[in-house]
């Protein structure tokens, strides 16, 4: 059996700011959903009575009523579902851009990241961490772009590169 000694796949920088992304995505999934300031609100009619005229005659007079609004912190589950979408598929995207070498998955992490970020909706803690994990990302994106980690071609080790057949 031939074993080859395959070159790592990243830098150990890299691979630590891969690590802190992937670990701030997943406690971002961890996170409560944020919470949202619902209003409710309840009418009070008036008092009502009989007033007689200077006639004799009967008439019922209210008073008038009052809207009661009473603002209470509500927490919704699911709130923060389309950030949550956004934030898997990062996951699967840094997952497969990692193991398959391709920078270009890693950087399209960043931006699905990114994208989920913006349309996240509820301001909480896990729109907050995923902030964190995209600039970690992104980060660490920047240091593959230095390091020439991938130009689009799969990278091959040279043991693996095909020789001439002799004629």
Do not use: K, N
């Not at 008038?64 to 709130?79: C, D, K, M, N, W």
């Amino acid at each position: 059996m031939l074993v080859l000694a395959r070159e790592p796949l990243v830098t150990t920088a890299v691979r630590r700011l891969v690590a802190l992304a992937v670990a701030l995505f997943v406690l971002s999934l961890a996170a409560p959903a944020g919470s949202l300031l619902s209003t409710t609100s309840s009418y009070m009619p008036g008092l009502c009575g009989v007033s007689y005229d200077i006639d004799g005659w009967a008439s019922v007079v209210c008073g008038p009523g009052y809207v009661s609004l009473t603002p209470t912190a509500v927490r919704t589950v699911g709130l923060d579902h389309t950030l949550r979408i956004f934030v898997v598929a990062a996951l699967v995207l840094v997952a497969f851009g990692v193991r398959r070498r391709r920078r270009r998955l890693v950087q399209a992490a960043v931006a699905v990241g990114a994208v989920g970020f913006l349309l996240g909706g509820a301001s909480g803690v896990s729109r907050l961490v995923t902030l964190a994990a995209v600039v970690c990302l992104a980060f660490a994106v920047r240091t593959l772009d230095r390091d020439g980690y991938d130009t689009g071609a799969p990278i091959t080790p040279p043991s693996l590169e095909p020789t001439p057949a002799p004629r």
